[in-house]
């Protein structure tokens, strides 16, 4: 017989109340195309906008109402591939402004809304390594060594008022706080007065080495051996320790000069430094070593970084202005009974026609040829054009005017720019090179054979040239030319334009920047076959607070030509230029603008000076 166990009221009251709670704070979704719709268009005029966060939820919102619509979800990862995108950029520009917490605040956003994406990764990853502390790296050891003898004196207070020899004087002291000497033959023995009230052992101890010039060494809690100061004593009965320091990213000056300050200023001559592992070992006395080891913790911090955003601009402007009225400036005056006789000559037959007509009558003479210009039998006369007449009878004159009279008025302005964005991220006072242009070859020096240039090789020569050779296309004429080659020596040289750029980081943040710009280029003419080039060049200092820009303008090439078409002498009047003469002007400009900003993106070293060390003297 089986028996089933069924839970109490309480049990099932409890669990239908919480089911009841599941299911109001996440009620099952129906499937609804009409709200999708709905929800979509609001995502739709979220995105333009550029709302995308809320374009992100109306676009979810939507996915969820119809999850067969795939327009929805390909709008969703539109929506949160731009999102990341402006998330990432807002991060980079937050770090360059050195704002780190919202650098990391954007990027942690954009992480949660794709985690696969890889820029985002990327981006993360070089945060974590700038949180990373950055100290000196000490190799760990096989064993781990005990820790120093340290004395265990009584804890009592002292007063002295002593006068002897100073092996006395130090057997009294130590005696009082119930530590044993064990005296060097090297301690002084002449007369020594101590005199102090109230001290403890740790003063007592530090007035005593003074007074006695000696230094103690624990050889366990109750005993100390005492020898006199000197760099053979400490030499012998100090303990020495033995270390290895890794020295990352240094060159190989930069770790010999660090083993150069171990000597020099601490004084621990047993130091190597090991270039192809990067290690520093040394050997000393303890005391040493661990002011070695805080010194080095500031120093192999590494230097400061300082990322240069460099911005070029070349701007080319062209300006033409034409400008005046052109006057004629040729006339043909002619006699008119001399042109209309010539006319008349020339057409006997249109004439004869003309008069048996009855057009014109035989002596009309002007009468005759106006009918033969309009008749177009006459043309390219100087009837054909406007005139003017003057005088009368045989003297009886006229004038043309080649060209008539025009009034320009006209402008023509043009305007190029070239931008190039860089940046450039570079250590605390190292040099950092920017170029932009060509290398064009020059050849300085050329080589060519020295020797005769005839051939005398049997089987090679002309008299003796193999048939076989010749079969294989080698002739003598190739031979002698291959003798006669000229090699040509070649320097390439950089034009275009070059900036070089140091910056220095102040103790107040502010960047100090060496400038050197050079701008090469060819002139055209050359010397002795090498072309000429023409240099510019700037260099100078200037010292830029936060977010500030250095700004360089050069004047690449200005030319400008004025020319003035109009009548001598009364085009050259003074008021007369404008209304008798017509000016075309034309400028043209090159300009180079370079816009640099420093941003420090690292700052090793914020305090002006590190933690003090004291080292022990004899």
Do not use: W
């Amino acid at each position: 017989m089986m028996l089933r166990r069924f839970p109490c009221r309480t049990c099932m009251v409890t669990l239908m109340l919480t089911g009841i709670a599941a299911y109001a704070q996440n009620p099952p979704r129906k499937h609804d195309p009409a709200a999708a719709t709905r929800a979509f268009v609001e995502g739709a005029k979220a995105m333009e906008k550029d709302d995308l966060r809320g374009a992100i939820r109306d676009f979810e919102r939507a996915t969820e109402l119809d999850p067969s619509h795939r327009d929805y979800a390909a709008s969703l990862t539109i929506a949160k591939e731009h999102l990341v995108t402006q998330l990432v950029q807002e991060a980079s520009k937050a770090r360059l402004l050195g704002d780190e917490a919202k650098a990391r605040a954007s990027l942690t956003e954009a992480y949660r809304l794709d985690p696969q994406n890889p820029i985002v990764a990327q981006h993360l990853d070089e945060l974590t390594e700038d949180v990373v502390p950055r100290r000196a790296l000490v190799m760990p050891a096989a064993e781990q060594p005990s820790p120093a003898v340290q004395l265990a004196p009584d804890t009592a207070v002292a007063s002295f008022h002593l006068q002897g020899p100073g092996t006395d004087v130090v057997r009294q002291v130590l005696d009082a706080y119930g530590i044993q000497p064990t005296l060097d033959s090297s301690v002084p023995s002449q007369s020594v007065r101590f005199d102090a009230d109230n001290v403890d052992f740790a003063q007592a101890a530090q007035l005593l080495k003074l007074a006695t010039g000696t230094f103690f060494v624990p050889l366990d809690e109750k005993r100390v051996l005492v020898a006199a100061d000197t760099k053979e004593n400490r030499a012998k009965y100090e303990r020495q320790v033995t270390e290895t320091v890794y020295l990352p990213g240094l060159t190989q000056e930069e770790a010999t000069e660090i083993g150069n300050a171990v000597r020099q200023v601490f004084e621990i001559q047993q130091a190597t430094v090991e270039q192809q592992q990067h290690t520093l070992t040394v050997r000393g006395p303890q005391e040493r070593v661990a002011a070695l080891n805080r010194t080095l913790a500031g120093l192999l911090e590494g230097r400061s970084q300082v990322l240069l955003d460099l911005r070029l601009y070349e701007i080319d402007q062209s300006r033409l202005v034409n400008l005046g009225a052109q006057l004629p400036q040729q006339t043909t005056v002619f006699n008119v009974p001399s042109e209309v006789n010539q006319i008349l000559q020339n057409n006997q037959s249109a004439v004869q026609q003309i008069i048996a007509s009855g057009l014109a009558n035989a002596g009309d003479n002007l009468a005759i040829v106006a009918i033969l210009i309009a008749s177009g039998a006459v043309t390219g006369t100087v009837f054909n054009q406007p005139f003017a007449l003057f005088g009368g009878g045989i003297t009886e004159s006229g004038i043309t005017l080649d060209q008539g009279a025009t009034l320009n008025l006209s402008l023509n302005s043009s305007e190029t720019r070239e931008i190039d964005h860089v940046q450039l991220r570079v250590q605390d006072q190292d040099e950092a090179t920017f170029r932009s242009g060509t290398r064009y070859p020059i050849i300085t020096s050329t080589y060519s054979n020295l020797a005769g240039t005839s051939l005398s090789i049997n089987g090679i020569s002309q008299a003796g040239l193999s048939s076989y050779l010749q079969n294989l296309g080698i002739s003598a004429a190739a031979l002698e030319s291959s003798l006669n080659a000229t090699i040509p020596q070649v320097q390439y040289q950089d034009l275009g334009l070059t900036l070089t750029a140091t910056p220095r980081i102040q103790q107040g943040r502010d960047v100090s920047l060496k400038l050197d710009l050079k701008i090469t280029s060819l002139t055209g003419q050359t010397l002795d076959g090498n072309p000429i080039l023409s240099n510019r060049q700037y260099t100078g200092f200037v010292t830029l607070a936060k977010g500030e820009s250095a700004l360089v303008v050069s004047n690449l090439t200005k030319q400008q030509s004025l020319a003035v078409s109009g009548l001598p002498g009364l085009s050259e009047l003074p008021g007369f230029l404008q209304a008798t003469a017509n000016q075309n002007t034309d400028v043209t400009t090159s300009k180079m603008v370079v816009l640099i900003t420093p941003y420090i993106v690292r700052l090793s070293h914020p305090h002006p000076a590190g933690q003090m060390v004291m080292l022990p003297v004899h």
